[in-house]
């Protein structure tokens, strides 16, 4: 019994940062380091992948794309400075199991539609890594697309564990921060 | 007579606030419990899961289980060819090592390699090199996989993708061991960061 009184104060103190950090504004990521581009009906935001462990074959590789024009259109590879290819995988996770499947068809926008690859859902997979992407260097790739061609793109490299490419020290914790603008907070 | 009425009000005060810390602690107190209930009731047949084995850690040393006895541990499985899972739970893992502080000699945590063809002790070294150092990558012959991962129920399975190449489906529980080896909790990727490191306080304090 001699520890509640400590607990007590633990929780008074957790509540306190709660309530004074749910009271700060959502801060917008800087926009120094949004990049994008605009191609026949397509606006590509901010193309992004992150610093790998020494050794590692694969990386992810993120990116939002919205489909601006009349036609659907496909996401269906690319290309990476650093990697022998470019595949388009949706990852997924369901009673602990984390399960990853390859698009064969590509990724669908419809028009209308944005589309976002990020980490635990959508996402690019360079494979066949020949060297890891170095923070701050900015990578040279393309995105293919079905009706809009390839596209040359460069993309942003985020620290180890990025799970956004805002997330400067890669210590965003699972229930996702991002910005605001497009996430739906559970 | 006026000092009385004073002492009075500063009596009532003091007990208003010993009212309040003895409401906050009661439902602190039974908080604790109910998700000690509520995990126990989500983890069936927690004395029976995990089990004896023997693999090959990253400097290619023989690991036998035996050496976790009396400690608690942390185990998950993966591979290096992840872009995602794997590194962020390395990650995580290494944030909440060095938030226990002196506290995680108590604990010991093992990566299992489920890909033990291209995750060679070598591999699973340079990998682990960027993570803490306290973290063991275990690797094996395809037979001792297999085992280890039947043991602690893992679910994995290569999956093909372009130019002959494939990645793979797996378990990515992270499975918390006490002293005794029985299964005491387990953290998931999509808890944030206070609850995983409220369990692992939990287990390394319990022993
Ligand atoms: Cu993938």
């Known amino acids: ?186 | 007579m006026a000092a009385n009425t004073t002492l009075a009000r500063v009596r009532l005060v003091l007990w208003g606030l010993v009212a309040i810390a003895a409401f906050i602690g009661g439902a602190l107190f039974l908080g604790q419990l109910q998700e000690a209930a509520r995990q126990g009731a989500s983890l069936p047949g927690a004395a029976r899961f995990g089990g004896d084995f023997e693999l090959t850690d990253q400097n290619g040393k023989v690991f036998s289980s035996q050496s976790l006895k009396g400690k608690p541990y942390a185990v998950f499985f993966g591979f290096t060819h992840c872009p995602d899972i794997c590194p962020t739970t390395l990650l995580e893992m290494s944030k909440h090592l060095e938030a226990l502080g002196p506290k995680a000699d108590k604990l010991n945590v093992l990566f299992i390699t489920v890909d033990p063809s291209r995750d060679t002790p070598g591999q699973l070294k340079m990998y682990l090199s960027a993570f803490d150092p306290r973290i063991v990558g275990l690797s094996g012959s395809e037979a001792q996989i297999a085992d280890v991962a039947k043991k602690y129920r893992i679910i994995s399975e290569k999956v093909a993708t372009s130019d002959n190449d494939y990645t793979m489906n797996h378990t990515a529980t992270v499975f918390l061991f006490d002293g005794k080896g029985a299964l005491a909790a387990t953290l998931s990727w999509q808890e944030d960061e206070k609850t995983r490191s409220a369990k692992l306080e939990r287990l390394v304090d319990n022993g």
Not at chain 1, 43 to 50: A, L, V
Not at chain 1, 51 to 60: E, I, N
Not at chain 1, 115 to 143: D, R
Request: charged share 20%; with cysteine.
């Open chain 1, 1 to 186: 019994m001699k520890t509640m009184p400590n607990n007590v104060f633990q929780a008074i103190c957790a509540c306190l940062v709660v309530a004074a950090i749910a009271a700060l504004p959502t801060p917008l990521s800087p926009p120094a380091m949004a990049h994008g581009y605009e191609h026949a009906g397509l606006k590509i935001k901010h193309p992004w992948t992150r610093v790998t462990p020494p050794g590692a074959k694969v990386a992810g590789g993120f990116v939002t794309i919205t489909n601006t024009g009349k036609q659907t259109d496909h996401l269906v590879g690319g290309n990476f400075a650093l990697s022998k290819r470019m595949e388009i995988h949706e990852m997924s996770m369901n009673d602990g199991v984390m399960r990853m499947k390859q698009l064969d068809k590509g990724l669908e926008i419809q028009p209308g539609q944005t589309v976002e690859l990020k980490p635990g859902s959508f996402h690019l997979m360079f494979m066949g890594l020949s060297a890891s992407p170095v923070e701050g260097k900015p990578v040279k790739g393309t995105l293919k697309f079905e009706k809009a061609g390839e596209i040359d793109v460069e993309f942003a490299v985020a620290p180890l564990g990025a799970k956004s490419h805002s997330d400067e020290e890669g210590s965003a914790t699972g229930g996702g921060h991002d910005h605001g603008d497009h996430h739906k907070h559970h």
